[in-house]
């Protein structure tokens, strides 16, 4: 058994440059829910918000794998939770949007029907991706606009 030890990285050496890849060209792509994540983030009003952080494995299409060099792209997408008062996921009408968004997309936004984040992984999405100037540094990325049926 192999024991994990992050703290060897602060002091391995490396002799290569950092490259960015090639960007995905805006528009829809297939892809899979790989992996769901929560964490805790400060919103606007300096409360603390649960953020259900979604890692998304998109596929590339054959005529955009030349400039990007692989055949899937790791993304990136956040859903931002509203709570009420008693903490629990505000399920008002107009509330949790991007929520409802990704439980349409993967028909998991059913009356009576029990859902939680952990059904998400291994689902099939269609994902609308644009390309955003990074504030911080003026990078060019992209960025996952939003979420539909595959």
Request: charged share 25%; hydrophobic share 35%.
């Amino acid at each position: 058994m192999s024991i994990f030890d992050p703290k060897v990285y602060e002091t391995m050496s490396v002799t290569e440059v950092n490259k960015n890849r090639g960007l995905l060209e805006p528009g829809d792509y297939v892809a899979l829910i790989d992996n769901i994540n929560s964490v805790q983030r400060t919103g606007r009003d300096g409360e603390a918000v649960a953020v259900i952080n979604v890692t998304l494995k998109v596929e590339v299409p054959s005529e955009q794998r030349t400039n990007i060099g692989q055949s899937t792209v790791t993304l990136f997408d956040s859903i931002w939770l509203e709570t009420n008062s008693r903490g629990e996921i505000d399920m008002g009408n107009g509330k949790n949007r991007r929520m409802k968004s990704y439980r349409d997309a993967t028909d998991l936004n059913n009356p009576g029907k029990t859902f939680d984040f952990t059904m998400l992984p291994g689902r099939i999405v269609t994902v609308k991706v644009n390309q955003v100037t990074r504030k911080d540094n003026g990078d060019l990325i992209e960025r996952v606009e939003g979420v539909a049926h595959a």
